[in-house]
């Protein structure tokens, strides 16, 4: 039953009394140490601290005080999230502006997830896709919420990283702007090639924490005097009327699966009123073009990141490849890729442009989408939208899953 719970129902569940929160705790841990005994994904379960803060919680909602937006909430974060010793210095994690602002609306850190080198050794591979040599390299947060260790799930992850992740565990997936969340005392605080990552099981829990933790707050300078946008109006995504949507597709080949998909897909938003323009793939970028563009992209930015400590993406305002994404985004609310990863990633075309929109700042939602009803083969769409508005994406992946 944990598995079909997300963070709002366990939040309302609570609110309204309908779930003891002594009892849904310690089934919650019963489930996670049985389910980590299987597959270790966790390195660590705060069982002591959750306790406590449970009991706190429980003073609060007594005493008829305000409860917090994510109140018993439990989360998962991966082991290099942040620097601190949290085995030893718990309370060192509220100087992580992400986590203090979890904790004071109630929400409460579960584990932390590790990696584990004998993941899936004994189960099937659910979303690999050509990916095996990757799983068990890196951090198995996303495993936790498909598994439902936790609701939740927060990284700071390479871009390899998420997209393996993302694949492997079948779950929503959001990149957001740098500018939405201040990274203040995280590992990748200062990193040219990662960014924080939330994972859930559902769109609406993504947005309700990433608006929790988002805003300037004051100590890190990429967010320093920018206006905080929120996903949600109260528990509703904003307003979209006909959105215009740029729909990047894969090369046509003879009897391709692939193909039958983006047909369904871009006949169904047709047919509920959407504006879609689909590109191809092989027309947009040439496969060779884009390698050599990706090679020169990365070297470039190491090479400058090396020479000067400006902040993340402020030197790349003229990149070719930001220039052109940015000029289609100018008439269009959202790109979609759809992402089957087939044999040989690492050559894969829409593998490299989906590092490329991670490298330089694009706000990413990743979707698991199927429309054939066999999850073995089950692609992802990602959504990708113009950067600083982070709000206007998740009201537009919102309903265009609506739409499909």
């Given amino acids: 039953m944990l598995t079909q719970f997300s963070g709002c129902d366990i939040r309302d569940g609570l609110y309204e009394g309908r779930f003891c929160v002594e009892k849904f ?29 449970v009991d706190s919680l429980l003073s609060k909602k007594r005493n008829g005080e305000i409860l917090g937006k994510v109140f018993g909430v439990p989360f998962a974060i991966s082991e290099s999230f942040t620097n601190i010793d949290f085995s030893s210095d718990y309370l060192s994690l509220y100087n992580v502006t992400v986590l203090r602002r979890l904790f004071a609306e109630g929400a409460l850190l579960f584990c932390v997830t590790g990696r584990s080198s004998g993941f899936l050794e004994s189960e099937p591979k659910l979303y690999s896709y050509g990916v095996e ?22 990284a700071g992850n390479s871009n390899s990283e998420w997209i393996c992740q993302t694949f492997r565990a079948g779950v929503f997936t959001f990149v957001p702007s740098r500018i939405t969340v201040p990274y203040t005392g995280l590992h990748i605080e200062k990193s040219t090639n990662k960014r924080l990552v939330f994972f859930s099981r559902t769109l609406k829990d993504i947005c309700l924490f990433c608006d929790v933790c988002s805003g300037d707050d004051g100590f890190d300078e990429n967010l320093l005097r920018t206006l905080k946008k929120r996903l949600l109006v109260g528990q509703n995504f904003l307003n979209v009327f006909k959105p215009r949507v740029l729909f990047f597709r894969e090369e046509l080949k003879d009897s391709n699966f692939q193909e039958t998909n983006s047909d369904w897909i871009t006949g169904r938003m047709k047919r509920n009123d959407c504006y879609i323009e689909c590109v191809e793939l092989s027309k947009f970028l040439d496969l060779d073009e884009l390698s050599a563009l990706y090679d020169f992209e990365y070297s470039e930015f190491e090479d400058r990141f090396l020479e000067s400590e400006t902040s993340f993406g402020r030197k790349y305002e003229s990149s070719p490849f930001e220039i052109l994404i940015s000029d289609f985004l100018d008439t269009s609310d959202v790109i979609i890729l759809k992402f089957d990863a087939p044999e040989g990633i690492e050559n894969n075309f829409d593998y490299k442009l989906l590092k490329l929109f991670y490298f330089f700042g694009f706000p990413i939602v990743g979707v698991p989408f ?35």
């Fill in 133 to 154: 040599k990757d799983i068990g390299k890196h951090c198995q947060v996303s495993l936790a919420v498909s598994y439902g260790i936790a609701p939740l799930g927060l």
């Fill in 370 to 404: 199927d429309c054939s009803g066999d999850e073995i083969t089950k692609p992802m769409l990602f959504f990708i939208g113009c950067k600083k508005r982070d709000d206007k994406l998740m009201s537009v992946v919102n309903y265009c899953l609506d739409v499909l």
């Fill in 25 to 53: 705790s310690k089934n919650l841990f019963s489930r996670g140490y049985k389910v980590n005994e299987k597959y270790k994904i966790c390195s660590f379960f705060f069982e002591q601290e959750y306790m406590a803060q």
